[in-house]
């Protein structure tokens, strides 16, 4: 038990920002001034804001120091108690420093991670210092001539490289990988700018590479079957984040491409993926996707009579411009939205489902609690539900030649019955939508605002704060408790029934 204790307050000591946390920290218990005095790496943060003298001597067991920012110089003497150095991720983009210049600081690096922050030329001029480095994280960094200095230091046993695939291509073009059988070599394939821009898709045989592990961020034609690979903690931190990258993208240059994109670590699990360059030439006819644990997705894909296998642990999925089709059958996700989608039926399971969004002009097959509505029907349960938009429901809703086109409403244990749906709108309290019905009963759910276009109802019965009618048809209108705001326009309104409307508003064209 004490053990575990002392390994508890180790991991929070690591993440004190300041000496004088540090300081207060070893004055809560006895405990706490064991675990300042036992552990064996720094905070990782102290760098920042101290000077290695400060730091050091306030850790008596210290066997590796942890370094975010260097001073622009350090006297050697300032360094004759530092043990082994990992650098972390490095806090000084902007800031020039020599002290990767001086052969006694670099021979104690045993860690070393480098991004595009870290400028290599101006900051790494002598790699053959390096004579202790063991492992090497090299994130989106493109200077090969200093990168293959590194790579040939005899110390390594560990690189991890983060790349595109041509990039990676230029690279093996330049360096032996299986000469150097003492390192492990792994290589993630990740979305970066240059892939962004070159479309044209590199072979890779994979198996002429004795020591290199391959994973994929990306999924193509030539990845699809290497082994997805979550984010590395330390990714994020060093703003290697892919969203970003995929924000930049010309939608217009890449609508045959697919992406998949990998941001966080929930439960080992990715949180984020996107699918990218899968061709109208792509072999195959099917990509199944069930084994991979993928939380949600962006899909973007031109090719037709290609099936996409989403898995059903899937929790979000939003799909854009895309001619093939989506197998989403064995999923309950939370998020669905599509745009421009013209592959097969969707078919949609609303367990879990909160948001809902389709401008396509496609068939969906609906579910509710696990059973298939009627042809014409899909049900909106406002309980779960917090955002549900249609359009093109002329085509729309199980059935192509089906004109009464129903949502069925519920809201706590009341279902209102809205028929001949043209369009829908329905986000948190705000409703906007376009029906043919007898009768509709809304006064339990508390709208702020609600819009009626192009409608011939019965009877109309409502709760809100502001209320839009453009040419709607009603006999009977019944507005409960107080309304803002109600406008009328080219609407004919045999009788309304109120308790108090502030502002009302008729105009007729």
Not at 70 to 92: F, M, T, V
Not at 479 to 504: A, P, Q, T, V
Request: charged share 20%; proline share 3%; with cysteine.
């Amino acid at each position: 038990m004490v053990h575990l204790e002392n390994v508890f307050l180790k991991n929070v000591l690591l993440y004190l920002p300041t000496l004088k946390d540090v300081g207060r920290f070893a004055q809560v218990c006895k405990s706490c001034e064991e675990a300042i005095n036992t552990i064996y790496v720094n905070p990782y943060e102290l760098t920042i804001h101290h000077s290695f003298d400060e730091i050091i001597p306030l850790f008596p067991n210290l066997q590796t120091f942890y370094v975010r920012r260097c001073p622009e110089r350090l006297y050697k003497i300032s360094a004759n108690d530092i043990p082994l150095i990992e650098i972390g991720e490095w806090s000084e983009s902007l800031q020039p420093t020599q002290v990767f210049n001086t052969k006694w600081f670099c021979s104690k690096i045993r860690k070393l991670r480098m991004t595009d922050f870290f400028y290599m030329k101006d900051t790494i001029k002598h790699p053959e210092y390096f004579t202790q480095l063991q492992e090497l994280v090299i994130l989106n960094n493109n200077d090969l001539n200093i990168i293959i200095k590194l790579l040939k230091l005899p110390t390594l046993k560990k690189v991890i490289i983060f790349c595109g695939m041509k990039e990676f291509q230029e690279l093996s073009e330049l360096f032996d990988f299986n000469k150097y059988k003492q390192i492990n070599f792994v290589i993630i394939f990740v979305l970066t700018e240059y892939s962004c821009k070159n479309t044209k898709l590199i072979e890779i045989n994979y198996n002429q590479f004795i020591n290199c592990k391959f994973y994929t961020r990306i999924f193509t034609n030539l990845t699809i079957n290497l082994p997805s690979l979550p984010s590395l903690p330390y990714e994020k931190s060093y703003g290697y984040n892919q969203r970003d990258a995929i924000d930049t993208i010309n939608n217009n240059e890449i609508l045959n491409e697919i992406y998949i994109n990998n941001d966080t670590i929930i439960k080992n699990n990715i949180y984020s993926a996107l699918i990218k360059q899968i061709w109208k030439e792509y072999e195959l006819n099917t990509i199944d996707l069930t084994k991979l644990y993928i939380h949600s997705g962006i899909i973007n894909a031109q090719k037709q009579n290609l099936v996409i296998i989403i898995p059903p642990n899937l929790k979000s999925l939003k799909v854009f411009n895309c001619q093939s089709s989506i197998d989403i059958s064995k999923c309950h996700l939370k998020e669905i939205q599509f745009r421009d989608y013209k592959g097969k039926p969707l078919e949609v399971n609303d367990d879990n489902l909160e948001v809902f969004e389709i401008n396509s002009s496609q068939q969906v097959k609906w579910y509710h609690n696990g059973t298939l509505l009627k042809q014409d029907e899909i049900f909106l349960d406002a309980n779960k539900i917090t955002s549900f938009k249609i359009t093109y429901s002329n085509h729309f809703i199980n059935d192509l030649n089906n004109n009464t086109k129903t949502i069925v409403f519920k809201y706590n244990d009341k279902e209102t019955i809205l028929n001949k749906i043209q369009f829908f709108d329905f986000e948190g309290y705000y409703i906007d939508f376009s029906c043919v019905n007898k009768q509709i009963d809304f006064s339990e759910y508390p709208f702020d605002s609600i819009n009626i276009q192009e409608s011939h109802i019965n009877n109309l019965k409502v709760n809100c704060n502001s209320m839009d009618l453009n040419n709607v048809e009603c006999d009977n209108l019944i507005i409960d408790g107080i309304c803002d705001n109600i406008n009328f326009e080219d609407c004919k309104i045999n009788s309304i029934r109120c308790n108090i409307i502030n502002s009302l508003n008729y105009v007729s064209q």
